[in-house]
């Protein structure tokens, strides 16, 4: 068999394969700065050799702990390393720096006055968060949790850091070490209680123990600060501080439960469409027989959802200690029909 028939058969057959695999040329999707032939994905912004947004690259080799990457108009050759703080490799990282697509699209997108920023690697007021990710690149993500943050920081060296803050049209307002202007005044949002609350201390549990003090049914409340498990709040009439306790038994979402404790809405129109024995019962956090389901749900609160799942349910637990329950139960006219 001849060369050009051996040729034939083999690329018939599918054997014949690429010598070279086809180059990985990217973008740089900012301008980017260079220290000792290495870009940090910390992205300092202070001294450093540019790489202007847009500028093609070729990546050499990727792993781990570096990606090898090579300036194809100069041949300059650099590495793109991840540091120990931000909890990522490098070739996690390294997307929010080089990319497949042209950014140009984007500049184009942008404000005139934008744009000049841009090419001049130059922060401004005014800027969009997109302006600037073009302009400085992605701020480190371990003190930067969500580009959506109105506070972006940047590290200027390994010892100084400068933010980027934006306000709420998500337009940058300083930035370096000008301080933040005074956020505008804002009306208080208050809650109300929507049953009975019984507390320990200064504690409210998700299970709403019938046992103790009680915080009355349309109490104003004010919220503080939340968290994944709490929700501190103060009574605007006395100023008491209270926290809402959640944990893992619930099953349910913390501030989820709390708003079904304490919905924005005064409660008192709700209360006044009760029967007047009903009202009784509720200003008194006593539930009887021939009481409505609403009625009971204002004296007592929601019943805890980890073993009264829906409020349609015949059957509401409540807990009057850690060890003793109570369970009311409804009629086919949704009154109560027993409590034991």
Request: with cysteine.
């Amino acid at each position: 068999m001849n060369r050009k028939n051996v040729l034939s058969t083999l690329l018939a057959l599918g054997l014949l394969t690429t010598v070279s695999a086809q180059a990985e040329v990217l973008f740089s999707q900012a301008n980017l700065l260079l220290n000792k032939n290495q870009l940090s994905a910390v992205n300092y912004r202070g001294k450093g050799l540019s790489i202007p947004v847009g500028t093609k690259v070729e990546v050499l080799k990727r792993s781990d702990d570096e990606v090898r990457c090579k300036v194809l108009d100069s041949g300059a050759e650099f590495k793109f390393v991840s540091h120990k703080s931000l909890g990522k490799s490098a070739v996690a990282l390294f997307p929010g720096f080089f990319a497949a697509t042209d950014p140009a699209a984007r500049i184009a997108a942008l404000t005139p006055e934008e744009q000049k920023q841009v090419k001049a690697g130059e922060l401004a007021k005014g800027m969009s968060r997109d302006a600037v990710l073009l302009t400085v690149g992605p701020p480190p993500p371990h003190r930067t949790l969500s580009l959506e943050s109105t506070r972006w920081t940047y590290w200027s060296s390994k010892f100084s850091t400068f933010d980027v803050v934006f306000d709420s049209a998500g337009k940058v307002v300083s930035f370096g070490d000008e301080p933040a202007p005074a956020p505008v005044p804002t009306e208080k949002v208050f809650h109300h209680a929507t049953a009975n609350f019984h507390f320990e201390g200064d504690t409210l549990s998700w299970v709403n123990y019938l046992k103790g003090p009680i915080l009355p049914f349309n109490t104003r409340v004010e919220v503080l600060d939340k968290s994944d498990s709490k929700v501190s709040f103060k009574v605007v009439e006395t100023g008491k501080e209270f926290v809402f306790e959640n944990d893992s038994r619930s099953g349910a979402d913390t501030w989820a439960l709390f708003q079904a404790a304490f919905a924005p809405e005064d409660q008192a129109p709700k209360l006044a469409t009760l029967s007047a024995e009903d009202r009784k019962k509720v200003s008194a956090s006593e539930v009887v027989t021939g009481m409505s389901r609403t009625a009971v749900r204002m004296a007592w609160g929601p019943p805890p959802p980890h073993e009264t799942p829906s409020f349609d349910s015949t059957v509401w637990t409540y807990w009057k200690s850690k060890i003793s329950k109570v369970k009311v139960t409804f009629d086919k006219d949704d009154k109560v029909a027993s409590i034991e």
